[in-house]
């Protein structure tokens, strides 16, 4: 899970003006709604785990803590980014 493909320590340290700093906000709001496409996708996934379970067998129980637990790891990074966007418009 890398929300972010460039060099997130060089676009930092080189920015310098409110141009710099706004596009840094904007890319961190990117990734916080691509991290949150990954949370409705894994909540839909593990409403079909929850409703249907029957059909995954033993198997049922994991996916559901697998969803879970990636559901609240997107929610958290979703989150971070937001309160990275935050700062960066601040500056």
């Known amino acids: 899970m890398n929300p972010h493909p460039m060099d997130m320590s060089q676009a930092v ?12 906000a904007k890319h961190y709001e990117e990734a916080a709604k691509e991290m ?8 839909k996934l593990l409403s ?3 409703s249907k379970g029957y059909l995954y067998g033993r198997q049922a129980e994991d996916f559901k803590a697998h969803c879970q ?4 790891d997107y ?6 980014n937001l309160e990275m966007a935050k700062m960066h418009r601040q500056m």
């Open 48 to 50: 079909q785990y929850q």
């Open 36 to 43: 949150q496409l990954k949370v409705d996708e894994h909540k």
């Open 69 to 72: 637990r990636l559901i609240n």
């Open 13 to 24: 340290q080189s920015a310098t003006s409110k141009a710099d700093h706004e596009a840094l």
């Open 75 to 80: 929610e958290k990074a979703a989150e971070e």
